[in-house]
């Protein structure tokens, strides 16, 4: 029983880390909140189901197609709502975010109108297909899901340390004007990093229609919703803490799921953030900030 929970409480988790690593990228680099990364997710999701049941192609060409879709609408995205902000001298700090908040409610719209308001389901070819180690059942979609989501949480690691495009990243992150001043072209890297987190979304709105066999444009709310509390949880533009504060998190709603009530699954999981929180109020990898006196 417990083992069983601790795998699906893994696959779950590293879900959550994907979608984190889409906000904590995004606020890494801007340092905001990218509200329309749930809308983006949705989409992708979509993309991924229209893509196997309108033109029947295997799993990972509509992936592909999800993370071509979703990367684009993060270039637009930055081209549109938030690069013309930047450049405006005297922008409130809070325009991107409502920005992104304009451009997540006409994703939203335009979903209902292409996909329909209803859930649909999304078909796996190997869903049924599991394997049993012991008392364990894993499905082989569940390690699908694991694994793409390690690789890619180990990739945008490998990528961020030992490129020079990720490391100029990092130094865009870091600070803006001195990357600017060492010759990193810090527009190129912004618009990088809108489209890198972007496409992170479509992949892991594919993988929560393939965890859940459903999809709905309402999906990205609430998902969006957790990849904020993952960010905070985990350390505010943290890589490592975004793919912790995922795990972290998809393992408390298991558990709380298989040992408790699910009605009270959302409220367990963020009842334990919030103790976390006060314990550490930086988040697990953040830097704590220099107290201020009342």
């Given at each position: 029983?417990?083992?069983?929970?601790?795998?699906?409480g893994?696959?779950?988790?590293?879900?959550?880390?994907?979608?984190?690593?889409?906000?904590?990228?995004?606020?890494?680099?801007?340092?905001?909140?990218?509200?329309?990364?749930?809308?983006?997710?949705?989409?992708?999701?979509?993309?991924?189901?229209?893509?196997?049941?309108?033109?029947?192609?295997?799993?990972?060409?509509?992936?592909?197609?999800?993370?071509?879709?979703?990367?684009?609408?993060?270039?637009?995205?930055?081209?549109?709502?938030?690069?013309?902000?930047?450049?405006?001298?005297?922008?409130?700090?809070?325009?991107?975010?409502?920005?992104?908040?304009?451009?997540?409610?006409?994703?939203?719209?335009?979903?209902?109108?292409?996909?329909?308001?209803?859930?649909?389901?999304?078909?796996?070819?190997?869903?049924?297909?599991?394997?049993?180690i012991?008392?364990?059942?894993?499905?082989?979609?569940?390690?699908?899901?694991?694994?793409i989501?390690?690789?890619?949480?180990?990739?945008?690691?490998?990528?961020?340390?030992?490129t020079?495009?990720?490391?100029?990243?990092r130094?865009?992150?870091e600070?803006?004007?001195?990357?600017g001043?060492?010759?990193v072209?810090?527009?190129?890297?912004?618009?990088?990093?809108?489209?890198?987190?972007?496409?992170?979304g479509?992949?892991?709105?594919?993988?929560?229609g393939?965890?859940f066999?459903?999809?709905?444009?309402?999906?990205?709310?609430?998902?969006?919703?957790?990849?904020?509390?993952?960010?905070?949880?985990?350390?505010?533009?943290?890589?490592?803490?975004?793919?912790?504060?995922?795990?972290?998190?998809?393992?408390?709603?298991?558990?709380?799921?298989?040992y408790?009530?699910?009605?009270?699954?959302?409220?367990?999981?963020?009842?334990?953030?919030?103790?976390?929180?006060?314990?550490?109020?930086?988040?697990?990898?953040?830097?704590?900030?220099?107290?201020?006196?009342?």
């Amino acid at each position: 029983m417990f083992l069983q929970q601790l795998v699906n409480g893994l696959t779950l988790g590293s879900i959550y880390a994907i979608v984190a690593l889409g906000y904590t990228l995004v606020f890494g680099v801007l340092e905001i909140i990218n509200m329309a990364h749930g809308a983006i997710f949705m989409f992708g999701a979509f993309i991924g189901l229209m893509m196997i049941t309108t033109f029947k192609v295997p799993l990972w060409i509509a992936m592909i197609g999800a993370i071509i879709v979703t990367a684009f609408l993060g270039l637009l995205m930055e081209r549109i709502a938030l690069n013309p902000l930047r450049r405006r001298a005297g922008v409130s700090h809070l325009a991107p975010l409502i920005s992104t908040i304009g451009v997540s409610i006409i994703l939203e719209n335009l979903a209902h109108k292409l996909f329909g308001a209803e859930t649909q389901p999304f078909p796996v070819s190997f869903a049924e297909i599991s394997y049993e180690i012991g008392n364990v059942k894993i499905y082989l979609v569940q390690i699908t899901i694991f694994f793409i989501s390690v690789a890619l949480m180990v990739g945008l690691q490998i990528w961020l340390g030992k490129t020079k495009a990720g490391k100029a990243l990092r130094a865009t992150a870091e600070n803006m004007e001195t990357a600017g001043l060492l010759g990193v072209n810090t527009g190129r890297m912004i618009t990088l990093t809108v489209v890198i987190a972007s496409a992170m979304g479509g992949i892991a709105g594919v993988l929560v229609g393939m965890a859940f066999n459903a999809v709905s444009p309402q999906m990205g709310l609430s998902m969006g919703l957790k990849g904020l509390a993952i960010i905070i949880l985990g350390g505010m533009g943290n890589v490592n803490g975004a793919m912790v504060g995922g795990l972290i998190l998809g393992i408390t709603e298991v558990f709380s799921v298989a040992y408790g009530d699910s009605g009270y699954r959302d409220a367990i999981a963020f009842l334990i953030i919030i103790v976390i929180l006060l314990v550490r109020p930086q988040g697990i990898f953040g830097e704590k900030l220099p107290g201020v006196r009342r």
